[in-house]
């Protein structure tokens, strides 16, 4: 293991990044526990996914409940980083009989620089917590 006593500013954007991916994982994750207890809900999937791609990666986060009434909601988040910069894309969908339906989209926004996607990261955990309501509206 090595220790550094003294982080530059890369190590720093580095760990602000951690931190913020890390905050945006915690917050699914607690949508995810109260999903879990609540009577209505059948079952609940989270996934992590972080794919290679040609010119970069992605981390991708998914959240799928399926309910008692027959619905199902999920939350999806992606983070792309390529040669050409970086983006963010998240959404809420609903499953029924017919197929399914965009709930809402987040702006997808494209960034040239880590310190703005931390910020883009920042709204998209925003965003993904305002959502949970969603799923209250596919029980009323």
């Given at each position: 293991?090595?220790?550094?006593?003294?982080?530059?500013?890369?190590?720093?954007?580095?760990?602000?990044?951690?931190?913020?991916?890390?905050?945006?994982?915690?917050?699914?994750?607690?949508?995810?526990?109260?999903?879990?207890?609540?009577?209505?809900?059948?079952?609940?999937?989270?996934?992590?996914?972080?794919?290679?791609?040609?010119?970069?990666?992605?981390?991708?986060?998914?959240?799928?409940?399926?309910?008692?009434?027959?619905?199902?909601?999920?939350?999806?988040?992606?983070?792309?980083?390529?040669?050409?910069?970086?983006?963010?894309?998240?959404?809420?969908?609903?499953?029924?009989?017919?197929?399914?339906?965009?709930?809402?989209?987040?702006?997808?926004?494209?960034?040239?620089?880590?310190?703005?996607?931390?910020?883009?990261?920042?709204?998209v955990d925003e965003y993904?917590?305002?959502?949970?309501?969603?799923?209250?509206?596919?029980?009323?």
């Open positions: 293991m090595i220790v550094l006593n003294m982080m530059n500013s890369d190590d720093m954007l580095l760990l602000d990044f951690l931190r913020t991916v890390g905050k945006l994982h915690a917050a699914l994750e607690s949508i995810l526990v109260k999903l879990k207890v609540d009577a209505r809900v059948r079952s609940v999937t989270r996934w992590t996914s972080i794919p290679l791609l040609k010119d970069g990666a992605r981390i991708e986060e998914y959240l799928d409940a399926e309910l008692s009434n027959g619905k199902a909601c999920s939350w999806s988040v992606h983070i792309t980083l390529s040669a050409s910069g970086w983006s963010t894309e998240a959404d809420v969908r609903i499953a029924h009989k017919s197929g399914q339906d965009l709930v809402d989209e987040f702006e997808s926004r494209e960034c040239m620089s880590l310190s703005e996607c931390l910020d883009e990261i920042a709204r993904i917590t305002s959502k949970e309501r969603v799923f209250e509206e596919l029980l009323g």
